[in-house]
T-cell receptor
Framework: EAQVTQNPRYLITVTGKKLTVTCSQN?????MSWYRQDPGLGLRQIYY???????DKGDVPEGYKVSRKEKRNFPLILESPSPNQTSLYFC?????????????????FGPGTRLTVL | GNSVTQMEGPVTLSEEAFLTINCTYT??????LFWYVQYPGEGLQLLLK?????DKGSNKGFEATYRKETTSFHLEKGSVQVSDSAVYFC????????????FGQGTRLTINP
């Protein structure tokens, strides 16, 4: 089954304790992205990757890191989490970037990771 | 910069009612427009999309038309069902600079039997 998986689905942690949220897709997509969803703000992009070893900042990258060593995986790293990073996080992937005018720019989203930082 | 504005929610309707969720956008160039749906506890799923002016996207009884003159992409359905209860997001593709979707704030829809 074609899908985007995220782990963990739920996480409660404390300020300053490093954590990683994994994201994996099995559709051979080149483009991957991380968003955070906050009430009243919709989804905002954190980082994105156009291909292996190619990553760039989105709108709200502060406090986050990413890596793209393999095409299928795009982990999100919080080196020193703070309470303002409490949010619902979504990973997404597509064959071509969302801005392309191709038929393959549909973003496939993972189920989400609800993170609480105390 | 580019932005999307959706009608304020939540929206509550009775089954078989007509649905409209308003969406307007601000963008340079010619973005593609999307509606995504998020069912409780799940990720977002693409509902429909339109890539150029006057295109109509449709799926599962939902429709939206890309109106460049009014910069709008309103979502409509003629007869809603309880199973349509979800959060709906309007989005546009931003191809200038960062490659991303720009989302509206979402509209929570509840359909009562």
């Amino acid at each position: 089954e074609a899908q985007v998986t995220q782990n963990p689905r739920y996480l409660i942690t404390v300020t300053g304790k490093k954590l990683t949220v994994t994201c994996s897709q099995n559709m051979n997509h080149e483009y991957m992205s991380w968003y955070r969803q906050d009430p009243g703000l919709g989804l905002r992009q954190i980082y994105y990757s156009m291909n292996v070893e190619v990553t760039d900042k989105g709108d709200v990258p502060e406090g986050y890191k990413v890596s793209r060593k393999e095409k299928r995986n795009f982990p999100l790293i919080l080196e020193s989490p703070s309470p303002n990073q409490t949010s619902l996080y979504f990973c997404a992937s597509s064959l071509t970037p969302p801005g392309s005018k191709s038929s393959y720019n549909e973003q496939f989203f993972g189920p989400g990771t609800r993170l609480t930082v105390l | 910069g580019n932005s999307v504005t959706q009608m304020e929610g939540p929206v509550t309707l009775s089954e078989e009612a007509f649905l409209t969720i308003n969406c307007t956008y601000t963008a340079t160039g010619y973005p593609s427009l999307f509606w995504y749906v998020q069912y409780p506890g799940e990720g977002l799923q693409l509902l429909l999309k339109a890539t150029k002016a006057d295109d109509k996207g449709s799926n599962k009884g939902f429709e939206a038309t890309y109106r460049k003159e009014t910069t709008s992409f309103h979502l409509e359905k003629g007869s809603v069902q309880v199973s349509d209860s979800a959060v709906y997001f309007c989005a546009l593709s931003d191809f200038q600079g960062a490659q991303k979707l720009v989302f509206g704030q979402g509209t929570r829809l509840t359909i009562n039997p």
